[in-house]
């Protein structure tokens, strides 16, 4: 299942992100791939090996936690969202 994880700290690496997961999710990341833009906010597709149900709890876990200076954003994402 795909997440969209937004407003990332700039500087943020994968293995921060996937310790991240783990740490409030306790979800293993498959992947990260960053998103390009601007780099005011930075964002990644997180993809993690859960079911949609759980998927939506780690959303629920995450989506606004003030985490290295910014409040996340994070959504889960469906197979025809990712790119």
């Known amino acids: ?3 969209w994880v937004g407003n990332i700290a700039p500087g943020a690496t994968e293995e921060d992100l996937r310790e991240l997961v783990k740490k409030y999710a306790a979800a293993e990341v498959t992947s990260v791939k ?3 833009g601007d780099g005011t906010r930075p964002a990644a597709i997180v993809d993690v090996a859960v079911s949609p149900d ?5 959303v629920q876990r995450l989506n606004g936690l003030y ?4 409040a996340l954003t994070v959504q ?3 197979s025809r969202e990712a790119p």
């Open 34 to 36: 960053q998103v390009p």
């Open 67 to 70: 985490w290295k200076g910014r």
């Open 76 to 78: 889960a994402m469906t």
């Open 54 to 58: 759980a998927a939506n709890l780690i």
């Open 1 to 3: 299942m795909n997440l």
